[in-house]
């Protein structure tokens, strides 16, 4: 939603601030194994409790190497989405065999996020980094929220899922002795996104799951997790 700001400028329109989101992204899941990053979100823009749009694109490829993924507001992301393309264009037109890796994007968009807060013009969304940092040689996981505060993890849940499932993940975590193999990080994250599903109600079961290895990154878009509402009947008064 758009308003106008106290304070008109001579000979132009009034400034605008969004006050608040409209459109938006819910749940985001990240988790970090031995040699990547499995990343999920499910692909349902929400017009407040209405599932207005059951399609949308809420994963990046920025290039090889770079995952970006994001809660809150759509449109945001949108003008968030057209300033990294920018970034990865000149980048690539510089040719210079040099590629910006996720800590490169990470640093990126806590400045562009700290700097939209500073003016009062924040973005309304909490953005999640994700790739294979080729520098360190390790998967690399960042998080930075609407105030431009930033932090690394090797597991994130953002939105209500943050609430929800982010213990459940971290318990399943606890049982596997080191970083957890692609296989077992998968496993974690489908049982996450079926409890997510389950109770979320802004949750729709349509995924996209990427996944980021040195080996480059991929998106799998429109997957469907298979469920059984036969547990609602364990819940009383349900029927």
Request: charged share 25%.
């Given at each position: ?213 040195k080996t480059g990154s991929t998106i799998e878009a429109s997957r469907e997790l298979a469920t059984n509402w036969e547990i609602a009947k364990l819940i009383v008064g349900y029927?």
């Amino acid at each position: 939603m758009l308003a106008s700001a106290y304070s008109v400028h001579s000979g132009m329109e009034p400034s605008t601030r969004t006050l608040s989101p409209s459109v938006t992204g819910g749940s985001i899941l990240g988790i970090m194994f031995d040699g990547g990053v499995l990343l999920a979100g499910d692909r349902l823009g929400a017009y407040g409790g209405l599932h207005r749009f059951r399609d949308i694109d809420r994963i990046l490829k920025v290039n090889e190497n770079v995952l970006i993924t994001y809660t809150g507001d759509v449109a945001d992301f949108q003008y968030i989405e057209e300033i990294l393309e920018d970034e990865q264009r000149e980048n690539d037109m510089r040719n210079d065999g040099y590629e910006l890796g996720p800590s490169e994007y990470f640093n990126l968009m806590g400045r562009i996020m700290y700097n939209r807060r500073s003016k009062g013009n924040p973005l309304w969304n909490r953005i999640v980094v994700a790739g294979y940092d080729k520098a360190t040689d390790k998967p690399f996981m960042g998080q930075i929220d609407s105030k431009g505060t930033v932090f690394e993890s090797h597991l994130i849940g953002t939105g209500f899922g943050g609430f929800l499932v982010h213990p459940l993940m971290e318990r399943e975590l606890e049982k596997i002795e080191g970083r957890p193999t692609k296989q077992q990080a998968t496993e974690i994250l489908e049982r996450a996104l079926k409890v997510l599903y389950y109770r979320d109600k802004t949750t729709y079961n349509k995924w996209s799951i990427g996944t980021t290895e040195k080996t480059g990154s991929t998106i799998e878009a429109s997957r469907e997790l298979a469920t059984n509402w036969e547990i609602a009947k364990l819940i009383v008064g349900y029927e």
